[in-house]
Nanobody, 120 residues
Framework: QVQLVESGGGLVQPGGSLRLSCASS????????MDWYRQGPGKGREFVAR???????NYADSVKGRFTISRDNAKNTVYLQMDSLKPEDTGVYYC??????????????WGQGTPVTVSP
């Protein structure tokens, strides 16, 4: 089945940059939209960015202009380049995809999360 594994999180200072990676297995990557979500301290899980199978992108207003989502279908990997990081960007970042094999069912797949801390 589908597996998603995130990496690249860490501790950075405000204004710094990180690049997150999400490696996918299961044979569905090229056909699926891929998302990044995050959950900050005391917050619910929120949408960050999406890239469709056709390469079109969407971003939350809070990260627009600072974050860039991309994908490499040959490597079954989606990336999130995060620049000009702010303390408000702190949280655990999750990779997500939804598989809809039939009209009767849909399945959501999540990675384990990678933590990002933005602090002086």
């Amino acid at each position: 089945q589908v597996q998603l594994v995130e990496s690249g999180g860490g501790l950075v200072q405000p204004g710094g940059s990180l690049r997150l990676s999400c490696a996918s297995s299961g044979g569905i990557f090229r056909k699926n939209d891929m998302d990044w979500y995050r959950q900050g301290p005391g917050k619910g899980r929120e949408f960050v960015a999406r890239i469709t199978s056709g390469g079109f992108t969407n971003y939350a207003d809070s990260v627009k202009g600072r974050f860039t989502i991309s994908r490499d279908n040959a490597k079954n990997t989606v990336y999130l380049q995060m620049d000009s990081l702010k303390p408000e960007d702190t949280g655990v970042y999750y990779c997500h995809t939804r598989v809809v094999p039939t009209v009767e069912a849909q399945y959501d797949f999540w990675g384990q999360g990678t933590p990002v801390t933005v602090s002086p």
